[in-house]
């Protein structure tokens, strides 16, 4: 079972930048990508942003591309998150998740989970 912890949330102003990190514990070795979700009150938990645990490509979704960036460091067994250009509708708790495999959007596609950190923007 992997374990993940979150970091880094805050308060941010719109326009601003924040980086998360999600540190995993107890990886294991049928790991294939890492992923970001995010769930604002009273929303659906949604998608941000994937990336392979092997050989680094990323997806994401349209609401963040451009201005998100997903990274990894597999000797340190983390994943980032680079928030640029942040807007109030960023603002959410920020999950970490674990897959072995199937679509990056799909939350049923990730079987660990963090415990989230939360995003606050001010406008």
């Known amino acids: 079972q992997v374990q993940l912890a979150e970091s880094g949330g805050g308060l941010v102003q719109a326009g601003g930048s924040l980086r998360l990190s999600c540190a995993a514990s107890g990886r294991s070795a049928s790991t294939r990508r890492m992923g970001w979700f995010r769930q604002a009150p009273g929303k659906e938990r949604e998608f941000v942003a994937g990336i392979n645990w092997s050989d680094g490509r990323t997806v994401y979704a349209d609401s963040v591309a451009g201005r998100f960036t997903i990274s990894k460091d597999r000797f340190k067994n983390t994943v980032n998150l680079q928030m640029n250009n942040v807007t109030p509708p960023d603002a959410a708790v920020y999950y970490c998740?674990?897959?072995?495999?199937?679509?990056?959007?799909?939350?049923?596609?990730?079987?660990?989970w963090g415990q989230g950190t939360q995003v606050s923007v001010s406008s």
């Open positions: 998740a674990e897959s072995t495999g199937g679509p990056y959007s799909d939350s049923a596609s990730y079987r660990s």
